[in-house]
């Protein structure tokens, strides 16, 4: 089974909003990453977060870890429309089992 | 770099044909894996490779599955015979963990296979 879940499963925005995507997961992890997949492409990494930080940055992108709630979220500030695409929670176990989530398709309207 | 490297791109094939899909890791990376991905099962990790050994494949569906790494800069995912339900994408990734460090995965663009 999945060890992620994205949500929403589906988000659209106004070019300029902020944008904000949730992941929970099950089990104990050794980092969480978040990625993007543009339609018909490859995913992309954006960004890692350990498990035992509790907030990173990179660039526009704001991601938070609670690993008490085993919850991970992804903020996209002043979101543009080259930011529409899907992205994915990936869960880094250890045993070094390796896990994706659903998704979380997003629109960005200019 | 290229990047990851996978052929073909796309693949339509008759039930019952062997489909061999080919991957091309980024140069130095010890890990490679293979992915799924379908609008209903979205992204399953199918097997992953550790210095062309193979060390997870709980995720290959069936016997009609297997994945070889003969060397560092090579891999093959085949489905023989292959079946409509095996339509999806097929990614390949790559990536290089140094002393048990995390680690990110680069990803091909993938292989759009459909099995008529």
């Known amino acids: 089974s999945q060890q992620g879940e994205e949500d929403p499963q589906a988000l659209s925005i106004q070019e300029g909003e902020n944008a904000t995507m949730n992941c929970s997961y099950k089990?104990?992890?050794?980092?969480l990453q978040w990625y993007r997949q543009n339609s018909g492409r490859g995913l992309v990494h954006l960004i890692l977060?350990?498990?035992?930080?509790r907030e990173k940055h990179s660039g526009r992108l704001r991601v938070t870890l609670d690993t008490s709630k085993k919850s991970s979220s992804l903020l996209i500030t002043a979101s543009r429309a080259a930011d529409t695409a899907s992205y994915f929670c990936?869960?880094?176990?250890?045993?070094?089992?390796?896990?994706f989530g659903t998704g979380t398709s997003l629109t960005v309207i200019p | 770099d290229a990047g990851v490297i996978q052929s073909p791109r796309h693949e339509v094939t008759e039930m019952g044909q062997e489909v061999t899909l080919r991957c091309k890791p980024i140069?130095?990376?010890?890990?490679l894996f293979w992915y799924r991905q379908t609008m209903m099962r979205g992204l399953e990790l199918l097997i992953y490779f550790n210095n062309n050994v193979p060390i997870d494949d709980s995720g290959m569906p069936e016997d009609r599955f297997s994945a070889k790494m003969p060397n560092a800069s090579f891999s093959t995912l085949k489905i023989q015979p292959s079946e409509p339900r095996d339509s999806a994408v097929y990614f390949c990734a790559s990536s290089l963990r140094s002393g048990g460090l995390p680690y990110e995965q680069y990803f091909g663009p993938g292989t759009r296979l459909t099995v008529t």
């Open positions: 089990t104990s992890i050794n980092n």
């Open positions: 990936a869960t880094d176990k250890p045993g070094n089992q390796f896990y």
């Open positions: 140069s130095g990376h010890d890990y």
């Open positions: 977060i350990r498990s035992n930080e």
